[in-house]
């Protein structure tokens, strides 16, 4: 089993940063891929950005490239989610996921963390 907190959510003003940081626990964390997702009021979640297990292969969706950094530190077994530039659009609950057999099913999630970005 592997467990993951988010944290590191909040309330900021557009243009502002933030960093959400994922701990996982359980599992062997550097052998995975990790995921931040996002899902928005009345929208469906959506994929953000993915890291490979070795920190050397990343991924993120248009609307973020650019702003958002993904990375991870296998030695503290923690994802990261550097968020610059944020604009209200960015608002949701962001969620990390380990995709633990590779084949994009996530099969753990943490319990999400609010980000809310005023205009």
């Known amino acids: 089993q592997v ?7 909040g309330l900021v003003q557009a243009g502002d940063s933030l960093r959400l940081s994922c701990a996982a626990s359980g599992g062997t964390f550097s052998s995975y891929a990790m995921n931040w997702f996002r899902q928005a009021p009345g ?8 890291i490979a297990w070795s920190g050397g292969g990343t991924y993120y969706r248009d609307s ?21 530039d944020l604009k209200p659009e960015d608002t949701a609950v962001y969620y990390c996921a380990a995709d633990i057999g590779g084949k994009g ?14 205009s």
């Open 3 to 9: 467990q993951l907190v988010e944290s590191g959510g």
């Open 105 to 118: 099913l996530y099969e753990y999630w943490g319990q999400g963390t609010q980000v809310t970005v005023s």
């Open 43 to 50: 929208k469906e979640r959506e994929l953000v950005a993915t």
């Open 64 to 84: 973020v490239k650019g702003r958002f950094t993904i990375a991870r530190d296998n030695a503290k077994n923690t994802v990261y989610l550097q968020m610059n």
